[in-house]
């Protein structure tokens, strides 16, 4: 393999020794000037089999491909390369698990050991390049470690989070074909354990695979195998860790997809957004130096799950492959044991960064609103801290920044991306934070807002908000096996550009305003979920004849469903009832994490004349905010009887 030194400053290090202001605008304009030259640069800090040649292909794929004559392998890239400059010896992963009372450090050594022991297991079980592999497993070191195996044979993953139900596992099974699954016998939330393999046992039957399972058997449930399609984990890693197997990294083109990671989209059936290799990891090199300032043999935390695609980009490939440890803390911000907890990881594993979202935020100030727990840890070491997944609320920010006296960093990005689509470059020199402001388009996103008409609107004017096309290196290509779905969802509507989905404005100055979504799709604690694969469940009840699911403002998780249902004429059973069973019902089939808990039986729904459903202003009564009467609403009076039915809630 051909590669930096990456125990040297990288070709496209920034960064002055002390910046006494920001160097972003110099950065961006070299991107807007040569955006080729700048991602050629930005290549030479990953590992490649064959450097790239062409940066740019405009004629390939849907919108063009980058590093077309590319060949690396993602896995030599997070691990191989960092034991062959000499760093063997330092950490990798640290996993730190409150609710399994464990903790456990991997260097890069060992972290090199399991993967090529995994990977030959894998391999035994018929798993190639191109093959998919589901991963559905909790926060602990091996589900880490069962994405670097599958990525070093040049199959590709899908890892679904843990806390979905078995039809939406079903789902994503269905649409990979996966030819194998890596799982663990359980989850462990703070409330109850969580048996993986009986979910996991539906999903195979519901989706019709005869995909085998490697399951990792944990101390608190011991999962039941079926004999020819079921393996132990342990059991079989360790003989091939025992026969010392090495499995040499796969070589595969830069195009060619690492993972699929299913995302909510407007109806019940998920976007399975394809990663690329290469693109993804010079894009990931490049934003951990320059836009969380972050060096090798440092530790950052992105406290997520690697169930989200920040769990992809900043718990795996983005640490691992430029070189900091990186940390798996299975837990939450509160009850494990207290509101202390992140400041306990951020002290007893020296972070220098940490990355989570709002609602944690939330939850810690909720429970300890004047820090009084903060003082008891050393926090030297912590220099920002960064916030993504949903809109970062100033009174929360205002709230961290005095808390912690350190930056405080919005920056806003989707599944789709992979990574920062704006930001505070924090590793550039960091600009000045508006609070509220998820600061400025980074290098490769050309951003503007626009009307429906694909106008731009002046400064400080909501609109959509958009990129223009090619999008950088990194976000999607296209949508698994369906870029008809790609085209028609993201690039149609304004030609020329991808559609965020997103609104919002940028003030004079260029920063960038996140506001909301432009469609049905909602943000509970950071997680985002689709409205419309609510109201599907809902409507599948046979008592049920209509229904609409919005987002209701919660002071804890941002967002949280509220589902509206009409009852069939002729339905005797008590409306109470029937909602007792629609909640159980979102839970069986999407899972807990949609947090649905409010269904309300209504006599009508508010609708314009036409037939929509009125749902943006039954969000405005739901979260107090003045509203007024649609001109074309059908009978004014219904949306009085929402306000009422809201009311009998004590909301
Ligand atoms: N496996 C199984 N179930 C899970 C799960 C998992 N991996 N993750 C969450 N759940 C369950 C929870 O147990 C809970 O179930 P319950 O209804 O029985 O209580 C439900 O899903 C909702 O979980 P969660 O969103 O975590 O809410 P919570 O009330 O348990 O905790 C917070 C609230 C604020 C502490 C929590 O939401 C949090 O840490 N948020 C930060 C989110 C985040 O980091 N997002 C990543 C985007 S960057
Ligand atoms: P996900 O794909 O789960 O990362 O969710 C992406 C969506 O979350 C975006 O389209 C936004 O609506 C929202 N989001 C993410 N980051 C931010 C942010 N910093 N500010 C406001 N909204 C955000």
Redesign the pocket.
Known sequence: MTGPDINQPTTQDHRDAAPASSSYHTVYEDWRADPEGFWRRAADNISWVQQPETIFDADAGVYGRWFPDGVLNASYNAVDRHVEAGRGEQPAIIYDSPVADTKRTISYNELLSEVQALAAVIADLGVGKGDRVVIYMPMIPEAVIGMLAVARLGAIHSVVFGGFAAPELATRIEDTEPKLVLTASCGIEPSRVIAYKPLLDEALRLSGSDAATLVLQRPQVTADLVEGRDYDWQEVVDKARDAGRVVPPVPVQATDPLYILY??GTTGKPKGVVRDTGGYLVALAWTLRNLYDINPGETFWAASDIG???GHSYIVYGPLVYGPATLIYEGKPVGTPDAGAFWRVCEEYKVTALFTAPTALRAIRKEDPDSKLLPRYDLSRLRTLF??????DPDTVNWAQQTLNIPVV???????TGWAI?GNPVGLGILPIKTGS?TVPMPGYDVRIVDEGNKEVPADTMGSIIIKLPLPPGCLPTLWKNDERFRSGYLDEFPGAYK???A?FKDKDGYIF????TDD?I?VA???LSTGGMEEVLASHPAVAECAVIGIADALKGEVPCGFVVLKSGVTDNPADIEKQLVARVREQIGPVAAFRLAITVGRLPKTRSGKILRGTMKKIADHQPWSLPATIEDPNSLDEIAEALKSYGL
């Open positions: 995302t909510s989200w695609v920040v916030l993504a997944g949903e809109r970062a919005d920056h806003w990005w989707q599944t789709e704006a998820s965020t989905s997103d919002g996140i506001m909301g979504r799709i943000n950071g997680h985002r």
